[in-house]
C-alpha cells in the first residue's frame, strides 16, 4: 500500500537534490549515493502522504495548471525542510561529549525558510479551488506558521 502511494508523489529525489543536499552531508545516515536518493525518496514519500492529507486527493491529483505546480512546490518544499532537520539531527547527534552544542541556528531558519515556502504554495492550491459560479461559493486562505518571529533580539 504504501509503495502505491509513493507512485503518487509529484517529485523526484533528484528535485531535492537539485537544491543543495549532498550526500556527504548524510553519510552518517546514507553511505553512499543509492543510501541517499533512497534516504531522500522515503522522505518525499511521507511528505507526500502528508501533502495529500492537508489539501485532499483531490487538489493533491488535479493536474491543471496552475494547481499541479503549486502542488509539486509545496512537496518539494516540505521535503527540504524535512531533510534539512534531519541534517540538524546529524549534527547534534555526532558531536563530542564535550564542550558547546554545535550552533545549528542557520539550520534551522533554512527548515522555517523551507517550512514558510511550502505554507505559501499549500495556501495558493487552496486558493485556485474552483467551484460552480452559481453556487454562491467562497473562499480564502490564512498563512500561518507555529514559529515565532525571531526579529527581536
Given at each position: ?40 525518496t ?11 492529507g ?24 516540505l ?32 527548515r ?17 479551488v ?24
Amino acid at each position: 500500500m504504501r509503495y502505491a502511494r509513493f507512485l503518487l508523489s509529484k517529485i523526484t529525489a533528484q528535485n531535492i537534490k537539485d537544491l543543495g543536499f549532498l550526500q556527504a552531508l548524510f553519510s552518517v545516515m546514507a553511505a553512499d549515493e543509492t543510501a541517499f536518493t533512497a534516504l531522500i525518496t522515503a522522505v518525499i514519500s511521507d511528505k507526500s502522504l502528508e501533502l495529500q492529507g492537508r489539501i485532499g486527493t483531490t487538489a493533491y491529483d488535479d493536474a491543471t495548471v496552475p494547481r499541479a505546480t503549486y502542488v509539486k512546490l509545496a512537496e518539494k518544499y516540505l521535503a527540504a525542510a524535512e531533510m534539512v532537520q534531519r541534517r540538524i539531527n546529524i549534527v547534534l547527534g555526532t558531536r563530542g561529549g564535550t564542550g558547546d552544542p554545535p550552533d545549528t541556528r542557520s539550520e534551522q531558519q533554512q527548515r522555517k525558510d523551507y517550512l514558510d515556502q511550502a505554507e505559501v504554495w499549500i495556501a495558493k492550491v487552496a486558493q485556485s479551488v474552483t467551484t460552480d459560479p452559481s453556487a454562491d461559493f467562497a473562499c480564502g486562505a490564512l498563512v500561518t506558521s507555529h514559529f515565532g518571529d525571531d526579529t527581536t533580539s
